[in-house]
């Protein structure tokens, strides 16, 4: 399978804890996105990466949120001190710098109990 | 600030009746259009997408969707449903040109059922 990975897929927490997703774009694509999706909203966007560069972050993206990609390959969304409001679906997409097609994965949805 | 609205939350229709869900969209720009479908759990698929070129694109599954510059709208249509169409569709607009490609912005989708 060669599109876009995320794993894990669902993941539960208590508040308070720290959690960690991974995204793995497709192999050539350098632009990698970060959204999240609440019940009955669309995604909406937090942060993306042109290979190993973190180019935008959403004012939704609080400090206790952080992404990285350190090779331009894969990358991870960290969540500090998790609160039930960031229970949702965190979505990843990527695309090439070239084209605004946007391929997405599975997703990791996050409960926090 | 780039926006999209989708005016219809939830539309039911009968498997075999034609279906437009509708998407208006504010941005400043050229914009850069998409649909998507996201089945229940899942990602998003792509459906079909306008950069610029002729105003009807057609799409995967059956779908098309026409973009309208002086109604700021680019709705998806399909003549004939299918059971299999249930399922949640978003409108997104997201810059467009060269390296100016980033993010896109969402509506907050139509869920479509199906009657048999």
């Known amino acids: 399978d060669t599109g876009v990975s995320q794993d894990p897929r669902h993941k539960i927490t208590k508040r308070g804890q720290n959690v960690t997703f991974r995204c793995d774009p497709i192999?050539?694509?350098?632009?990698l996105y970060w959204y999240r999706q609440t019940l009955g909203q669309g995604p909406e966007f937090l942060t993306y990466?042109?290979?190993?560069?973190?180019?935008?972050k959403s004012r939704l993206l609080s400090d206790r949120f952080s992404a990285e990609r350190p090779k331009g390959s894969f990358s991870t969304l960290e969540i500090q001190r998790t609160e039930q409001g960031d229970s949702a679906m965190y979505l990843c997409?990527?695309?090439?710098?070239?084209?605004?097609?946007?391929?997405f994965g599975p997703g990791t949805r996050l409960t926090v109990l | 600030a780039q926006s999209v609205t989708q005016p219809d939350i939830h539309i039911t229709v009968s498997e075999g009746a034609s279906l437009e869900l509708r998407c208006n969209y504010s941005y400043g720009a050229t914009p850069y259009l998409f649909w998507y479908v996201q089945s229940p759990g899942q990602g998003l698929q792509l459906l079909l997408k306008?950069?610029?070129?002729?105003?009807l694109v057609q799409g995967i599954k059956g779908f098309e969707a026409e973009f309208k510059r002086s109604q700021s709208s680019f709705n998806l249509r399909k003549p004939s449903v299918h059971w299999s169409d249930a399922a949640e569709y978003f409108c997104a607009v997201g810059p467009a040109g060269g390296t100016s490609y980033g993010k896109l912005t969402f509506g907050q989708g139509t869920i479509l059922t199906v009657h048999p």
């Open positions: 997409a990527s695309s090439l710098v070239t084209s605004g097609e946007q391929f």
């Open positions: 192999s050539e694509h350098n632009r």
């Open positions: 990466f042109q290979n190993e560069a973190q180019l935008e």
């Open positions: 306008y950069f610029s070129g002729d105003t």
